[in-house]
């Protein structure tokens, strides 16, 4: 017997998950046994599912049999006091399956390998291995595949892989962390070349799709310096010192911090997701700031890296700035329009003609203030 990781459950967007999370007899629909400790400290059946509260912690200390359990976690979304009491379907959102269990954290020495290019030569009739490193032995934590003869995932390296000893079938990553870790696809400094890979890591893989992948990758930190454009539909969730460079765009649906944020330029940005908050500081090229698709922006002093010249007609709609401190753009060939927004704080823009403000309130400039 073991206990189940009783430590704060996030969901795919890594917040916490306020639902239940079900344990089935693996690969099926079938609920399986769960077990926790009476006040006698006596092990005894527990129901399943098993409920969390707002902070995403499970309402009691779960055990588990020695085996592999398919865990399924749900959202939820309706008002009762008490979400036990609420069957409607409607107020359950699927949120991710992955697997846990024993054998996931102690195999045999047989089904330890090192190295993504290992996989393809492991023994599927092992049904689980552990992977340790991916271009070199220390690059990357272990991690756990199940093999699944009946899938035809296409191979990317990363959350699917293929076997030479067969032609169907793939190996599948058991991935219970919120996030993708950029490793986890041999991504980080000096690293790039699988980088597309990992943001187009499909949602579901598995038969039947049963395998639910997070929403957020996790990047490693360290200098990226890339060279083209990259593009997800996933959050970045960054470590300090993350830097992309200059030179391309990244578009993403929203940036997250893990740490301290940067005091310096981390990139240029696009934003697809419904609502954006994010600091200046983070983009190298103010002006693309002004059209990332970010509508909240939080305006600090500009750093001496930052683009303050361009030729452009930009028009911002609909967007909040909030004052940290100033920016002044010194080129004059460039026109902006604020249509729509609001400034709260310190104005930030030195006066100029080649500012425009639509549907906007006569208090509501942007300007520095002069006395």
């Not at 009691?60 to 939820?76: C, M, P």
């Not at 391309?248 to 697809?272: D, L, V, Y």
């Not at 698709?293 to 967007?319: D, E, F, P, R, W």
Request: with cysteine; aromatic share 14%; charged share 20%.
């Amino acid at each position: 017997m073991f206990a189940f990781d009783k430590d704060q459950r996030l969901d795919v967007n890594g917040k916490p998950l306020y639902g239940r999370i079900s344990f089935y007899q693996k690969d099926t629909n079938q609920l399986d046994e769960i077990f926790v400790y009476d006040e006698n400290d006596q092990l005894v059946l527990c129901e399943n599912p098993v409920y969390t509260d707002i902070n995403g912690f499970l309402e009691y200390d779960v055990i588990l049999d020695d085996k592999i359990y398919s865990v399924h976690q749900e959202k939820y979304l309706g008002d009762y006091s008490d979400p036990k009491t609420d069957t409607r379907p409607q107020m359950w959102q699927d949120d991710r399956t992955y697997y846990t269990g024993i054998e996931l954290s102690n195999g045999n020495h047989d089904s330890i390998i090192y190295g993504y290019e290992s996989i393809a030569d492991a023994d599927t009739s092992l049904g689980t291995i552990t992977v340790v490193g991916y271009h070199t032995n220390d690059d990357c934590g272990a991690r756990t595949y199940v093999w699944d003869e009946n899938s035809n995932d296409v191979i990317d390296n990363g959350q699917v892989f293929g076997s030479r000893l067969q032609s169907g079938g793939r190996w599948l990553l058991v991935n219970s962390l919120p996030y993708i870790p950029s490793e986890y696809y041999g991504v980080y400094e000096g690293h790039l070349e699988n980088m597309s890979a990992l943001f187009g890591a499909s949602y579901e893989y598995g038969t039947d799709n049963r395998i639910i992948s997070p929403r957020v990758i996790k990047m490693k930190r360290g200098n990226y310096n890339i060279q083209t454009n990259y593009s997800t539909s996933r959050t970045l969730l960054l470590e300090d010192q993350v830097d992309f460079g200059s030179a391309h765009t990244i578009t993403c649906k929203n940036i997250q911090f893990a740490g301290a944020r940067n005091t310096k330029p981390i990139g240029n940005f696009h934003f697809i997701g419904g609502y954006v908050e994010v600091d200046s500081l983070i983009f190298y090229d103010l002006f693309q700031m002004l059209t990332s698709g970010a509508k909240t922006i939080h305006v600090y002093n500009k750093l001496v890296t930052q683009t303050n010249a361009k030729t452009a007609n930009i028009t911002c709609s609909n967007m909040t700035f909030i004052g940290h401190g100033q920016i002044e753009y010194t080129n004059h060939a460039y026109h902006i329009t604020f249509d729509g927004c609001h400034f709260i704080g310190d104005h930030f823009l030195s006066p100029g003609y080649t500012f425009y403000q639509r549907n906007m309130v006569i208090s509501d400039k942007p300007f520095f203030r002069f006395f």
